[in-house]
């Protein structure tokens, strides 16, 4: 089985920064795409930011040039580095990645279960 582990969550005041981390264990035989989600209380879950095994990045428009991801492909870990957050950033952030299962070679997506991330004013 295939589970991700997000870290690195926790309360910041506007203007403070946040790094959190996505460790991959289990079976894996590959990752494609990682990326990250947020859920604030009462939205819809949103991507965040995304990249893929090249290395090509993609994030929300409100998000960009505060936030960066990277990942460790040898490690299989993605990192999402937050800068300059605002009280709107709150939210429960979710690890994504979609790639192959070892053993039976499944493609299937993989969701962590969450660091929470409050942002004071």
């Known amino acids: 089985q295939v589970q991700l582990v997000e870290s690195g969550g926790g309360l910041v005041q506007a203007g403070g920064s946040l790094r959190l981390s996505c460790a991959a264990s289990?079976?894996?035989?590959?990752?494609?795409?990682k990326g990250w989600y947020r859920q604030a209380a009462g939205k819809q879950r949103e991507l965040v930011a995304g990249?893929?095994?090249?290395?090509?990045?993609n994030y929300a428009e409100s998000v960009k040039g505060r936030f960066t991801i990277a990942r460790d492909n040898a490690k299989n870990t993605v990192t999402l580095q937050m800068n300059d957050l605002k009280p709107e950033d709150t939210a429960v952030y979710y690890c994504?990645?979609?790639?192959?299962?070892?053993?039976?070679?499944?493609?299937?997506?993989?969701w962590g279960q969450g660091t929470l991330v409050t942002v004071s004013s």
């Open positions: 994504h990645a979609d790639g192959r299962e070892g053993g039976t070679l499944r493609y299937l997506e993989f």
């Open positions: 289990g079976s894996i035989f590959s990752i494609n795409s």
């Open positions: 990249i893929t095994s090249g290395g090509v990045t």
